[in-house]
C-alpha cells in the first residue's frame, strides 16, 4: 500500500515518523505502525526484513541519527 500524499511529502512525513516506527519496533509493536508506513520503510531500504522480523537498514540508523542529532540544536 503506498501512502494517499505526494512522495515528496510522504517522504518527509516517513522520515519524521521513523523514530517512532524503530521504536515501535524495538518494543516488539509494529501494529503501533501507521498503515503502508512499512511498505515504504522497506522499499526506501530504510528497513529490511531479516530472519522474519524487520530491522533499520543503516541507512535507516543514520536517519534517526540525523533526526536525534537535529532535535538536539536550539
Known amino acids: ?6 512522495p515528496a511529502v510522504g517522504r518527509e512525513v516517513l522520515r519524521a515518523s521513523l523514530q517512532v516506527s ?5 518494543r ?4 503501533e505502525i501507521p ?5 515504504e520503510y ?3 531500504n530504510w528497513l ?3 530472519g522474519g ?12 541519527r540525523q533526526i536525534s542529532v537535529g532535535m538536539q540544536r536550539p
Not at 524503530?22 to 524495538?26: G, N, T
Not at 533499520?56 to 540508523?61: A, D, I, R, S
Open 1 to 6: 500500500m503506498t501512502l494517499p500524499i505526494s
Open 53 to 64: 522480523g524487520l530491522r533499520l537498514t543503516t541507512t535507516g540508523e543514520n536517519i534517526c
Open 35 to 39: 498503515e503502508g508506513y512499512i511498505d
Open 48 to 50: 529490511e526484513w531479516r
Open 22 to 26: 524503530a521504536d515501535a519496533l524495538y
Open 42 to 44: 522497506v522499499r526506501l
Open 28 to 31: 516488539r509493536r509494529a501494529s
